[in-house]
């Protein structure tokens, strides 16, 4: 079936449809991770995105249920090179083009991605729309301009949970699956606020002696120190986190009570509960081989990004300095309070797949918690 993808400024790219038919608008990004297709679907940080993958084969590996990153897909559409719908692997249960009917998420493929990707680059993540069903091509430039833009946009609402809940999951192994960990061998009290959280953070955090109480975006801060719990985890999460003005008054309440560590949106909102600004990047971050810098050790890790928003660090003034940096394009990668435990990163450290350089941030988190118990 023939697909079209529009984009605002009125560049058109002619494809063939897979997965759900119909239409399907949001920002168009690009993602150049070579593998990890099925961790980026169930990223809720995706949410209001239509993804562009530039590896050029996507679905090869299938769909299998160990890899899932969430209670399902929140991306609004799927943009790759090559569909392929003969799968293998071991642990695969079904394939992508039916994994995405069964989401209901509007799928292109056939199409030249390194342009469009040159394209976006260029002059920047912008949004578009796919269609199966309107083919004209002023039709569809209009309806992408008319998609809301992502500055402004409170999404992190739409993907969190709605009560707490307690999770015990540790990390995979290839011999027993995921671990389930017995509470009463894990040694730190974490609330964890979820703004879009990604269950192999929770694995994480459980894998460094964490027993972790996820709460819902908007859970007040009183609640959470009644839990007395020994750190307070800020999750990833989609859009703009300047609307989200209730979350961070309340996340000012916590500040000084008990230490602190944010990923990705956790971050950005850490940054402007401490005062600081965030700005909207020309085309984001997202792939799984961007290289960041530690300032405290110097050393230079491959990670794992998703975002399209940044912290300026001239705006948190002495309150906080830099604590990683992005080496790519000198963007704030991490920050440090620079008197109290707090500090954040805006890569994910958790990345499943990979890779895996930054996973002794939660290390470093358990230290701290250890330190102010």
């Known amino acids: 079936m023939k697909a079209v993808l529009a984009l605002a400024d009125g560049r058109i790219f002619e494809g063939r449809s897979f997965g759900a038919g119909g239409e399907a608008t949001g920002e168009v990004v690009f993602n150049t991770s070579m593998c990890g297709y099925q961790e980026v679907l169930t990223d809720p940080s995706y949410k209001g995105q239509m993804v562009t993958m530039t590896y050029p084969q996507i679905g090869n590996t299938g769909i299998n249920p160990e890899d899932i990153e969430s209670r399902g897909l929140f991306l609004s559409g799927f943009i790759v090179k090559e569909y392929m719908d003969c799968y293998s692997n071991w642990r695969a249960t079904m394939s992508l083009d039916a994994y995405l009917k069964e989401n209901s998420v509007v799928g292109i493929q056939g199409l030249d991605t390194r342009a469009l990707t040159r394209h976006l680059r260029d002059k920047g993540a912008q949004n578009g729309i796919i269609s199966t069903v309107d083919f004209d091509r002023e039709s569809l430039v209009k309806k992408a301009r008319a998609v809301p833009s992502m500055a402004g946009l409170d999404l992190a609402s739409g993907v969190s949970c709605d009560k707490p809940y307690h999770w015990t999951e540790g990390l995979w192994n290839l011999e027993t699956g995921y671990a389930a960990v017995d509470p009463a061998t894990l040694n730190y009290k974490v609330v964890a606020f979820d703004f879009g959280i990604k269950y192999n953070i929770l694995r994480c955090l459980v894998d460094a002696g964490c027993d972790v109480t996820v709460v819902p975006a908007a859970f007040p801060a009183e609640e959470v120190l009644a839990m007395n719990p020994d750190g307070i985890f800020l999750s990833n999460g989609p859009g703009d986190p300047e609307p989200l003005t209730g979350v961070i008054e309340n996340l000012r309440k916590l500040i000084g009570k008990k230490p ?73 990668e991490g920050i440090r309070h620079c008197d109290l435990p707090i500090f954040s990163v805006q890569h994910h450290p958790e990345a499943s797949p990979g890779p895996h350089d930054s996973q002794y941030l939660f290390g470093r988190f358990v230290e701290m918690m250890e330190k102010y118990r």
Request: proline fraction near 3%.
């Open 260 to 332: 602190i560590f944010g990923i990705c949106l956790g971050h950005q909102l850490l940054g402007l509960a401490l005062g600081g600004k965030t700005m909207k990047l020309p085309f984001g971050n997202h792939g799984s081989n961007l290289p960041v810098m530690d300032m405290t050790t110097r050393k230079v890790e491959i990670t794992a990004q998703n975002h399209g928003f940044a912290v300026d660090l001239d705006s948190l003034g002495t309150v906080a300095c830099l604590g990683h940096e992005n080496l790519n394009d000198q963007t704030v």
